[in-house]
């Protein structure tokens, strides 16, 4: 039989972060539960700030009935020793004399068949759902009152209903009832006699239960906002999940600050909004007005007090950050005062992180010919800001507000825009591109030089992403960072490290930095290349090659021409025209000779392909290892140019398909 089932936990305010991380997994943990105990069905969750819903439509009253079979020993090795038997009987729980034989193949076994009875689902859903509890992974986790079991806030209340039973029962030092709570405005709780009644009565009393139902009423009412006052609202959808978390009846509501605010970087208002107070930042005519969207829980038809209370709020903050705008600009950049912070134990402070950064500035601005007094102006400015009061305060604007501060003080704008891109993984001209490269560059090198090298999925201080980004901004500036070459030559300004190992850790990132088949930048890489842009050129064309359609039979042609010299030393290779005894051989590397002229690395490419027919018939019609050892030599020789071009762009024998 199969009757409806609610399910409620109705906590304290549930904190909206580590609600949301955990919500992709909290469905997946009932239903596990569900398949452990076979009672598996369908069901929707539901949640507000106060209330974690599971709603059964149908579930069963009870678990279905099983058969279970138990085979023990051959009835040969029984025979052999009687223990085998009692030991049987003793495992399944029957007298020995009970044990019954049966046929499987060709053989009889002990065997043993059970009907299990299945029990009734209110018998199991209070450990069900305990066990459901105890699986939410939140994050920290609280006692509350004398209960000695944790969660992530107090649980007031639990509802358990089939149908129109109750099913009591204790846990998290709460006693289920048929009873839960409305909207806070409301002190009486909503008794049920039906679980049906539950959804009625919830809208009734200020909780709309459907989190899209409640994400919908926000938007809609500021689309509404929109029109009625010509403006535009930035969504964060990140903001917008957060805001549907914490609220049961949310409205959206239109709030003002002074014009005066304006005068502060956009950045610092909308962080003022957003991020302390989760706020939706409004635009007039493309720009930032001196408005901003508040949602609130309340269930009222007055908003007037709320509106007021909350542009209060945003003015006190935004008079600080005016007050810290006015005082930075008045104190200058500088970083000086960098020396008292300490970046790392081993490192130094941040000015020394500085210098070192300077340092590889310095070296990429000469290798590619870049202004050098304006990097290392970018390089001695990128972390003035930490030392501002609105970076104190705001610390997740370093970098931005370095920016308007340096054009404030009347610097170029591309070393302000380098400022301001440090922390990003782009850069907008060269000398924003050497900032943010010596920057990575710089962290790699340290911790590499103090041992914190990554280890396994853990990656603690961003090593990996400063790999990611070293390569998304060399190969989208067009620079020819050479990896190899940068690190050898300023490895003396750090303590010593295994330098390989570092270059092989960037290299890795190239994995997850392109989707092709792995083989084509493994293929690339072996060839010894380490110029990022030569590295890019040559996986893009590989990939190409590899993804078009005869590339099975081109690649058995190729890989064959890798096995013939695979224990050949190609600083051996001398073809003697003199030594060719077949048409063939001749044929071949006359039309190889062309590829000496082709410097276009596509080109070259395309010529080797074409080279296939040739290099087939050579094989068919000329035998490479002959007991002549000038001639045997001299064909893998001819073999061997071919190999030896193709390692310009990858080594053929390692694509794999």
Not at 159 to 172: G, L, P, Q, R, Y
Not at 196 to 216: A, S, T
Not at 279 to 287: H, I, R
Request: glycine fraction near 4%; charge should be negative; charged fraction near 30%.
């Amino acid at each position: 039989m199969l009757k409806p089932l609610l399910i409620e936990i109705g906590v304290e305010e549930l904190p909206a972060i580590p609600l949301l991380k955990e919500l992709p997994n909290i469905e997946k943990k009932w239903l596990s539960i569900l398949e452990e105990y076979n009672l598996k069905t369908n069901f929707s969750f539901y949640y507000t700030p106060r209330r974690l819903v599971l709603w059964h439509r149908e579930f069963p009253t009870k678990q279905p009935d099983e058969t279970k079979e138990i085979w023990g020993a051959p009835k040969a090795i029984v025979e052999k020793n009687p223990k085998a038997l009692e030991g049987f009987a003793k495992k399944v729980g029957i007298d020995p004399k009970e044990v019954e034989y049966k046929t499987k193949g060709n053989q009889e076994f002990l065997y043993y068949k059970t009907e299990i009875k299945g029990k009734e689902a209110k018998e199991l859903l209070p450990k069900m759902i305990t066990k459901w509890l105890k699986s939410l992974s939140f994050g920290k986790t609280m006692k509350w009152g004398t209960c000695q079991e944790e969660f992530i806030r107090p649980i007031r209340w639990i509802v358990c209903m089939m149908e129109d039973e109750a099913i009591t029962f204790n846990s998290f030092c709460v006693t289920s009832s048929n009873f839960t709570m409305p909207h806070r405005v409301f002190k009486e709780p909503i008794y049920l006699d039906f679980v049906g009644n539950y959804f009625c009565q919830l809208d009734k009393k200020g909780v709309i239960l459907y989190q899209d139902e409640r994400k919908n009423k926000i938007l809609k009412e500021i689309e509404n906002i929109e029109k009625q006052n010509g403006v535009k609202v930035e969504i964060d959808e990140d903001l917008l999940a957060e805001i549907v978390a914490i609220t049961e009846y949310p409205t959206a509501l239109l709030g003002k600050f002074d014009e005066e605010f304006l005068e502060l970087p956009p950045e610092v208002i909308i962080t003022s909004m957003k991020e302390h107070q989760r706020y939706f930042p409004v635009y007039k005519d493309g720009k930032l007005t001196n408005a901003f969207i508040v949602v609130s829980n309340a269930y009222t038809d007055d908003f007037s007090k709320i509106i007021k209370g909350n542009e209060k709020v945003l003015r006190a903050r935004l008079s600080d950050a005016l007050f810290f705008w006015h005082n930075d600009l008045k104190n200058g950049l500088s970083i000086e005062g960098l020396k008292d912070i300490v970046y790392m134990d081993e490192l130094g402070s941040v000015y020394d992180k500085v210098k070192r950064e300077e340092k590889v500035a310095e070296f990429l601005a000469k290798e590619f010919n870049i202004d050098q007094n304006a990097v290392n102006q970018a390089v001695n400015l990128a972390k003035a800001d930490l030392l501002t009061e609105m970076v104190y305060e705001f610390t997740e604007l370093q970098g931005i507000m370095g920016y308007y501060y340096a054009l404030k003080a009347g610097i170029d704008e591309k070393i302000a825009m380098a400022i301001k891109e440090q922390y990003t993984d782009t850069a907008s001209n060269e000398i924003s591109a050497i900032l943010n490269i010596a920057r990575n560059l710089d962290t790699l090198m340290s911790l590499f030089s103090i041992g914190k090298i990554p280890k396994g999925n853990k990656d603690p201080f961003g090593l990996r992403r400063a790999a990611n980004h070293i390569i998304k901004i060399a190969i989208e500036n067009n620079i020819p960072l050479d990896i190899k070459k940068a690190i050898q030559n300023l490895k003396q300004n750090y303590k010593n490290f295994d330098t390989n190992a570092l270059i092989e850790f960037i290299f890795e990132r190239l994995y997850k930095f392109y989707n092709v088949n792995p083989s084509v930048i493994r293929a690339v890489l072996a060839t010894g290349e380490s110029n990022l842009l030569e590295i890019d050129k040559k996986i893009k064309l590989l990939n190409e090659v590899v993804e078009s359609e005869d590339f099975k039979e081109l690649a058995t042609t190729f890989k064959r021409v890798a096995n013939i010299v695979k224990d050949f030393d190609l600083n051996t290779i001398k073809v003697d025209e003199s030594l060719f005894e077949k048409d063939e051989e001749k044929e071949l590397y006359n039309e190889f000779l062309k590829v000496k002229n082709i410097k276009n690395l596509e080109e070259k490419l395309d010529f080797l392909i074409s080279l296939k027919p040739l290099i087939d018939k050579f094989f068919d019609n000329v035998m490479v290892n002959v007991e002549d050892e000038k001639i045997r030599h001299n064909r893998k020789s001819l073999i061997a140019s071919i190999y030896k071009e193709f390692l310009d762009i990858a080594d053929i024998k390692e694509i794999t398909i």
